[in-house]
């Protein structure tokens, strides 16, 4: 499974950008250039994408054969990228290829590297990458205090149904018609699966990866599993059983299921602590954003006034 990040998903950026922005690019290329061996701090995905690496080592052959690789795509031109490069060495993190260009969305590279998922700092660039059918995420602004990092092991992904992993034809029903029609529309269609949404491939390379795992435990019993996918949503019953029919129909593994109505996300990831949380709705990011390192999937009826392109 291929991983595109940018280089302000994985590394905080602020104070290079607060350069561009407050002066030109000129100043941006000399502010790099004299900071060059300064490794540039660890940005919203940074803990994740490590966590998605250090799931080679469950392959004895990874160098060879990896299960997950990591490509940079970046707007700088190779000779800024230089810090971002020497940042990923310094921070131990196994990524050798990369794509820069300078100025310039690399998001049109997503389907020739044969990328699952594409994550970076800039609203723009994800929105456009959604637009052409891209599985993209424009990861938020976490407060990931270096020396507070979670030490356990594994990786445990959260994920919004609707917009996200499936599309958003039954949100368009409950944003049209309301909740009374919206759970006769799902109990109605209870045994048609749902048709995939933008994230449904990362989740198929994610369950593939958790089926190995399985065949490891069955060889050995001291095995512990890597993986934990939750699906934190606010379905709650009797639509739940289509989107849970859904997923068995895809042959996916989900360990948890958090079926919350009108419950506030952030209260039930603030225990569930996930390394990363993907939504379509912003409304329900800024509370999130607060406890969890999280990403907008800006796709569907959720995200059709597009006016605010700010990062």
Known sequence: MVIGVSSSAVFDFSESDDVFRSEDEEAYRKHQEQNLNIPLSKGGAFDFIRR????????????????????????????????????????????????????????????????????????????????????????????????????????????????????????????????????????????????????HKFLLGISKIQKIEEEMKKKSKSYKNKIRISIVTARNAPSHERAIRTLKSWDVMINDAFLLGGIEKSSVLKILSPHIFFDDQEGHLLAAREVVPSVHIPFGVKNIRRADMSQ
């Open 52 to 199: 998605m690496l250090d799931l080679n080592q469950i392959r004895e052959n990874s160098e060879t054969d990896p299960l997950v690789e990591v490509v940079l795509l970046s707007r700088n031109d190779p000779d800024t990228g230089l810090r971002v490069m020497k940042s990923i060495q310094h921070h131990g993190l196994m990524i050798s290829r990369a794509i820069f260009m300078q100025g310039h969305a690399p998001y049109e590279y997503i389907d020739a590297l044969n990328i699952s998922l594409f994550l970076s700092g800039s609203k723009e660039d994800i929105i456009s990458s959604i637009d052409s059918g891209f599985p993209a995420g424009h990861i938020l602004k976490f407060n990931n205090k270096e020396g507070e990092e979670d030490q356990s092991e594994g990786l445990r992904i959260a994920f919004d149904f609707d917009g996200v992993l499936a599309d958003d034809a039954s949100e368009s029903v409950m944003e049209g018609k309301g909740l009374e029609k919206f759970h006769d529309h799902e109990t109605q269609r209870v045994m048609e699966p749902h048709k995939a949404g933008p994230l």
